[in-house]
């Protein structure tokens, strides 16, 4: 699938979902915003993507949100037309598509606004040096509902409300972010597209199907209390216990050999 506001750039068993809007800031507009689900869609189906970078274009900035001018102009349509209007247009994410699959965001520069969406969600995140982050919602008298709601389940909340409240005042910087847990990582600019190649090549030595249940026990988890959260992790083991990889795991250990894991299953 060709797209024009974004990338899918796919490697051996990687593929790099590059939002790539950089004279606007990679800023969301009403066409992103379904190329967006669309992407998430085909990289579901692909058998051949076990991770996911997530990035933007050029050096200036992951994402700065919805595109201010698209929004003034008064025709913007976020979403498809089924969902405009509504908490379903917002699918920007792999969460937010259900996608199990290991995604790790590379922050290349500013996060504000929308596109804090992209650190809510993310499983991993790494940062260049330059990466700043800030909420400017209630700044142009909008009101900050949906991304930081998401962010107050990585870091405490008070970091989340300082962002919101202060609607871009104060920008927080790369260390900062790794010191509230934002991010794990902060790298030299150059180094940050390595880096997470690196982490998706240590990710992928495990078990692709492993790999995606994981992921979804623990996201599932925090949308219920504790015991419910329990009882939903062991459905998922269970689930997966007569899966060839954990037999295959086993014997590779007891071979002394690297494990030839099954594909993802799309269904």
């Given at each position: ?109 500013m996060v504000t606004g929308g596109g804090l969406h992209f650190l809510a969600d993310s499983d991993l995140i790494i940062a260049s040096e330059r990466a700043t982050f800030f909420d400017n919602h209630v700044r142009v008298g909008l009101v900050s509902g949906a ?112 494990p030839r894991w099954m594909p993802l299953s799309t269904s």
């Open positions: 699938m060709t797209f024009e506001t974004i990338r899918l750039e796919k490697g051996d068993r990687v593929a790099w979902l590059v939002l790539a809007r950089p004279d606007r800031g990679n800023a969301i507009n009403g066409l992103m915003s379904r190329e967006l689900p669309a992407a998430w869609q085909e990289i579901k189906r692909d058998p051949d993507i076990c991770v996911v970078i997530v990035t933007g274009d050029g050096d200036r900035a992951l994402c700065t949100g919805f595109d201010v001018a698209d929004v003034a102009s008064g025709t913007a349509t976020v979403g498809a037309p089924e969902d405009r209007g509504t908490l379903a247009a917002l699918r920007f994410t792999a969460l937010q598509n259900r996608c199990w699959k290991p995604v790790i965001t590379a922050v290349n520069g991304e930081p709601i998401g962010l107050a389940r990585r870091i405490r909340l008070e970091s989340v409300l300082r962002m919101a409240f202060l609607g871009g005042a104060e920008r927080m910087d790369a260390q900062h972010a790794k010191a509230i847990g934002l991010v794990s990582e902060v790298v030299p600019q150059d180094q940050l597209r390595q880096r997470a190649e690196q982490l998706a090549q240590q990710i992928l030595e495990n078990s692709p199907t492993a790999l995606a249940r994981t992921k979804q026990a623990i996201w599932e988890s925090l949308d219920v209390g504790l015991d419910e959260a329990v009882e939903l992790g062991w459905k998922v083991i269970e689930g997966y216990r007569g899966h060839p990889d954990a037999a295959e795991g086993a014997r590779a250990f007891a071979e002394r050999r690297k």
